[in-house]
């Protein structure tokens, strides 16, 4: 089991959480979505979170300029956020490693107070970079909750770590 903390003031983000081995796909059917918010069910259940090794989120990139080896690598990202208008044909260049967790699993986060195009038609996108913030003001998390998109938290790779040490390589 593992917990999340805040890298800059050391705040606990999340209850002890076991590890999935890997990203679960998730129904994009709408079938799947909640009736009354849209929403889709979280990539991850309550009490789990997986590690994304794929690079998420901002920031975005043409595919051009992406570099030769990522091509090589086809890296688009494993299951992508909702892209605002404008950005459809970008790739990301977000950090690997980022940590899905279930959004109601870490309590006390604040909302980035403007998201510009990063907002969707109901909610965050979570393409504009990390948009929660831990109590100390640090963006440590990306919340996707988009009636359109996935339905996810992410703590960001070097902005969280992990205790027990060393458990999400
Ligand atoms: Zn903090
Ligand atoms: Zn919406």
Redesign the pocket.
């Known amino acids: 089991m593992t917990v999340f903390l805040c890298a800059k003031c050391g705040a606990e983000l999340t209850p002890d959480l076991r590890r999935l081995a890997q990203v679960p796909d998730v129904s994009t059917h709408d079938k799947d979505r909640d009736s009354v918010t849209?929403l889709a069910p979280s990539t991850v259940p309550r009490g789990a979170y997986v590690i994304d090794r794929e690079p998420w989120g901002a920031p975005f990139v043409t595919p051009e300029a992406q570099d030769a080896d990522a091509r090589a690598m086809g890296t688009r990202g494993s299951r992508g956020p909702l892209m605002p208008p404008g950005m459809t044909d970008m790739v990301p260049r977000g950090p690997q490693g980022s940590v899905i967790v279930h959004p109601e699993d870490v309590r006390g986060l604040r909302p980035a107070e403007s998201l510009g195009i990063h907002h969707?038609?109901?909610?965050p996108l979570g393409t504009g970079g990390p948009n929660m913030a831990c109590a100390c003001g640090a963006f440590v998390a990306t919340l996707a909750a988009?009636?359109?998109?996935p339905h996810e938290l992410r703590l960001h790779p070097l902005r969280v770590y992990a205790f027990p040490a060393g458990t999400p390589t």
Request: aromatic residues 0%; glycine residues 44%.
């Open positions: 849209g969707g038609c109901c909610g988009d009636c359109m998109g």
